[in-house]
């Protein structure tokens, strides 16, 4: 999912917050990854669970 997309599922609509407190915190965990992680800018960069991430989804 592109980074609009997973704001609007989860109802926010401030980029730098949403960056900061739900997706570089889901990287960092390594929750969640780049479809492009040589070009974290690239206008075309989604974003997918990893294993570990699918993990945790299962769990709740």
């Known amino acids: 999912m592109s980074r609009v997309e997973l704001m609007a599922a989860l ?17 960092d965990a390594g929750l969640v990854e780049m479809t492009l992680p040589d070009s974290p800018r690239n206008r075309k960069q989604k974003y997918r669970l990893t294993v570990a991430g699918r993990q945790v989804q299962d769990s709740l």
């Open 11 to 27: 109802g926010l609509s401030d980029r730098k917050h949403f960056a900061g407190t739900y997706l570089h915190p889901g990287i």
